[in-house]
């Protein structure tokens, strides 16, 4: 990992055991780094879920006019 700062974060012992028993089966070289990464994956995941959802909202009635309008919808 490069030369980054960091901070100290607390985990439950649970999760530090289970990233330790995963660590032999991938190309990691600590605990630290592994975290890191499936925090960036998740974060990335998390983002572009938001990004999908920041869309403009629309009235629902200004549709339904515009639908009518182009004979869509019975007026």
């Known amino acids: 990992m490069s ?3 960091v901070r100290d974060v607390e985990l439950p012992e649970r999760i530090v055991e289970r990233v330790e028993q995963r660590l032999p089966r991938t190309e990691f070289d ?3 780094e ?3 990464f499936v925090m960036e ?3 990335y995941r998390v983002e572009q879920e938001t990004e999908d959802e920041d869309f403009e909202e629309v009235d629902e ?3 339904k006019d515009r639908l ?3 004979g869509y919808l019975d007026k």
């Open 30 to 32: 600590s605990t630290g």
């Open 3 to 5: 030369q980054q700062q």
């Open 41 to 43: 994956e998740v974060l």
């Open 34 to 36: 592994y975290v890191t």
């Open 68 to 70: 009518k309008s182009l």
């Open 61 to 63: 009635d200004e549709v």
